[in-house]
């Protein structure tokens, strides 16, 4: 329509961050000075593309956040694939997930993704990681409860490509997080309770059997005071924002939080099982979910 409008390329990548900087008249091209995006007006009766031809350039420089590409050759394309694949990394991740999970996940999903894959099929897949890590987690033997560990480990960094594969096709459901979020306690739940059945076989002995049953209690309870607090504020089971809060916090309390991440944690227990150290693991679980229940619950009420 004749006015000014928001006019982008069919045939362009082009970063919604860099068009919500685009002021009047100002138009963004692509490294090799193409036009292929701008907020100009159109006169009537012309072309839109015409109209990109007249606006003024606005300067910023190609990054992961804003890039503006007309992929139209194997090299052009290949590049606007990299930086597809970049932009799906989140504010939310934590280290273990900037520096090892999502490089894995966008690499599958890069190649899921032409195949058809759906968010809903991944998520499927993944609860299969998690379902298997939590059933090889009951044996006694080292090596068992190591493949276990790795399940549970590639559980979490799959984790990530139903998102990913959401966010490159747009294909959201109303429901997509929360069935990711079910799947990871779920998943959360059968390696604990199952690691310390294993730990238990391993030693002959109850005690790792009482701490499952205390970790098992404990995170349902978090699950319960999480979901609860997340559906009622957001309407969604993305729970990442239950610890969301504007209040600064002192740096002990970053640390702690970013160990405590369920990234960061998996890979920790991951290390742990490696090493032997599972009887450890199962000793320390149930003073973890306490911890998390009675923090989950002072949350909850602020």
């Known amino acids: 329509p004749a006015g000014l409008s928001l006019v982008i390329r069919a045939d362009a990548l082009v970063s919604a961050e860099l068009l919500k900087r685009l002021a009047p008249g100002e138009v963004v091209a692509d490294p090799y000075?193409?036009?292929?995006?701008?907020?100009?007006?159109?006169?009537?009766?012309?072309?839109?593309?015409?109209?990109?031809?007249?606006?003024r350039a606005h300067p910023f420089a190609q990054d992961g956040r804003l890039y503006a590409q007309l992929p139209d050759d194997p090299a052009t394309t290949k590049t606007a694939r990299r930086t597809l694949?970049?932009?799906?990394?989140?504010?939310?991740?934590?280290?273990?997930?900037?520096?090892?999970?999502?490089?894995?996940?966008?690499?599958?999903t890069a190649r899921i993704v032409p195949l058809g894959a759906t968010p809903t099929m991944v998520t499927v897949v993944v609860a299969l990681f998690g379902l298997a890590g939590g059933w090889f987690a009951t044996s006694p033997?080292?090596?068992?409860?190591?493949?276990?560990?790795?399940?549970?480990?590639?559980?979490?960094?799959?984790?990530?490509?139903?998102?990913?594969?959401?966010?490159?096709?747009?294909?959201?459901?109303?429901?997509?997080?929360?069935?990711?979020?079910?799947?990871?306690?779920?998943?959360?739940?059968?390696?604990?309770?199952?690691?310390?059945?294993?730990?238990?076989?391993?030693?002959d002995t109850a005690w790792p059997l009482w701490f499952g049953a205390v970790t098992a209690?404990?995170?349902?309870?978090?699950?319960?005071?999480?979901?609860?607090?997340?559906?009622?504020?957001?309407?969604?089971?993305?729970?990442?924002?239950?610890?969301?809060?504007?209040?600064?916090?002192?740096?002990?309390?970053?640390?702690l939080h970013a160990s405590l991440r369920r990234d960061v944690f998996i890979l920790i227990c991951f290390a742990l099982v490696l090493v032997g150290a599972a009887p450890a693991l199962v000793a320390i679980m149930p003073f973890a979910a306490v911890g998390t229940l009675v923090a989950s619950f002072r949350r909850a009420g602020q």
């Open 217 to 255: 209690v404990g995170y349902l309870g978090i699950t319960f005071i999480q979901f609860k607090k997340v559906l009622r504020e957001t309407g969604t089971g993305f729970k990442a924002t239950f610890w969301d809060t504007a209040k600064p916090r002192p740096l002990w309390y970053r640390v």
């Open 141 to 203: 033997e080292w090596a068992v409860q190591v493949f276990a560990a790795f399940l549970y480990q590639m559980h979490s960094i799959l984790d990530g490509c139903d998102g990913e594969i959401a966010r490159l096709t747009k294909n959201f459901s109303k429901h997509g997080a929360l069935l990711d979020s079910v799947v990871d306690d779920v998943s959360n739940m059968l390696f604990f309770v199952g690691l310390s059945v294993g730990v238990h076989r391993a030693l």
């Open 85 to 108: 694949l970049r932009g799906l990394t989140k504010p939310q991740d934590g280290p273990a997930s900037r520096h090892l999970n999502r490089k894995v996940s966008t690499w599958v």
């Open 33 to 55: 000075g193409v036009p292929v995006a701008g907020l100009v007006t159109v006169a009537a009766g012309e072309s839109p593309l015409a109209a990109l031809d007249r606006g």
